[in-house]
């Protein structure tokens, strides 16, 4: 069992940047895909960003390449997504998931774990 908690996100205005952070409980999770998507109102859940044991932090939405990263540190069971260059279409929910297998990382059905959620709202 898996617990994830993100936190992070926050007002800014466009062109800023937020890190967001998401720690996990209950269970190491060096060996799970990791990943972050987004939602806005009245939209489907999209895919962000993701780690993989094979191949690392390397996996990125065209929407966000250039401008976020993704990155985990094992020891503290924490990942984190840095948003640089926001812009008001980056306005949404974003959720840290984790899971087990590690193909089709983009595809928001195979992750076995969700966190709860942060805000992210980018201002014109």
């Known amino acids: 069992q898996v617990q994830l908690i993100e936190s992070g996100g926050g007002l800014v205005q466009t062109g800023g940047s937020l890190r967001l952070s998401c720690a996990a409980s209950?269970?190491?999770?060096?060996?799970?895909?990791m990943a972050w998507f987004r939602q806005a109102p009245g939209k489907e859940r999209e895919f962000v960003a993701a780690?993989?044991?094979?191949?690392?932090?390397?996996y990125y939405a065209g929407s966000v390449k250039g401008r976020f990263t993704i990155s985990r540190d094992n020891a503290k069971n924490t990942m984190y997504l840095q948003m640089n260059s926001l812009k008001p279409e980056d306005t949404a929910v974003y959720y840290c998931?984790?899971?087990?297998?590690?193909?089709?990382?983009?595809?928001?059905?195979?992750?076995?774990?969700w966190g709860q959620g942060t805000q992210v709202t980018v201002s014109s």
């Open positions: 998931a984790a899971g087990y297998r590690q193909s089709s990382y983009s595809d928001k059905r195979i992750y076995d774990y």
């Open positions: 209950g269970r190491a999770f060096s060996s799970y895909t």
């Open positions: 780690c993989r044991l094979s191949g690392g932090c390397t």
